[in-house]
């Protein structure tokens, strides 16, 4: 591993609030309980990435940087955040990817639904960072949870229906038409359902006690 080499993790975040975020979550858990959720998958996301990511790590938030526990994350493990620009999820990933590589030569981004996969998919990612290797990590709702490349390549966001489960095939052909092969990591589930939750709970024992915390809180 090169002390020189340089490669910037994004992780991708909404501004944990009611109404806003896990919107899926929230007929059971309701909006504060969903956004509490939120913020606690961000708070994992970012604990993890900065423990298992050798180089530096930037928080890209939506709308803007300014929220409790964003600041607070922001200033707990030095990170510099940048608000999201407009635009659809492929508009601001493209964007996300151009400003990183000014300054570096490769850059991964992530988002927070699958925090409990980073600590065995960043180590892979790092590595590939440093052969150069185009990355992507698919989800199993038909997205992905990880990409990283070494120069922007625009033709990969364009058009594509994000949210669908399609788009990971999508993406897939889009590397093909541009000839390149990508190295897949893992698969891993996004948390964005109760039925998600449920999935995930015995392989994620913090979330567990956390909903269980949300639980008692919210009967008090």
């Not at 999820?89 to 490769?106: I, P, Y």
């Not at 180590?123 to 992905?144: K, V």
């Not at 092969?181 to 995930?200: C, G, K, M, R, W």
Request: contains cysteine; charged residues 20%; negative net charge.
């Amino acid at each position: 591993m090169s002390a020189e080499h340089k490669a910037e993790l994004v992780i991708m975040a909404r501004q944990p609030l009611p109404g806003m975020a896990k919107t899926r979550l929230a007929p059971v858990y309701g909006d504060v309980g969903a956004a509490a959720i939120a913020g606690f998958l961000l708070r994992q996301t970012v604990e993890q990435a900065t423990a298992t990511w050798p180089g530096s790590v930037v928080l890209a938030v939506s709308p803007d940087c300014r929220h409790p526990l964003v600041e607070q994350l922001c200033r707990q493990y030095a990170l510099e955040c940048r608000p999201q620009v407009e635009g659809d999820l492929g508009n601001k990933m493209q964007q996300e990817l151009v400003r990183s590589l000014v300054a570096h030569e490769f850059a991964v981004i992530i988002g927070t639904d699958s925090p409990y996969a980073l600590a065995g998919v960043l180590p892979l990612a790092w590595q590939a960072s440093i052969t150069e290797q185009a990355i992507i990590a698919p989800s199993l709702d038909g997205g992905y949870y990880l990409l990283g490349l070494r120069k922007p390549r625009p033709r990969l966001f364009l058009g594509l229906p994000w949210g669908a489960a399609s788009v990971y095939a999508g993406t897939m052909e889009r590397f093909r038409e541009l000839g390149m092969s990508p190295l897949v990591l893992p698969e891993a589930q996004d948390i964005d359902t109760y039925e998600d939750v449920e999935e995930i709970v015995p392989r994620f024992p913090g979330l567990a006690a956390f909903i269980e915390q949300l639980s008692v809180t919210s009967k008090v």
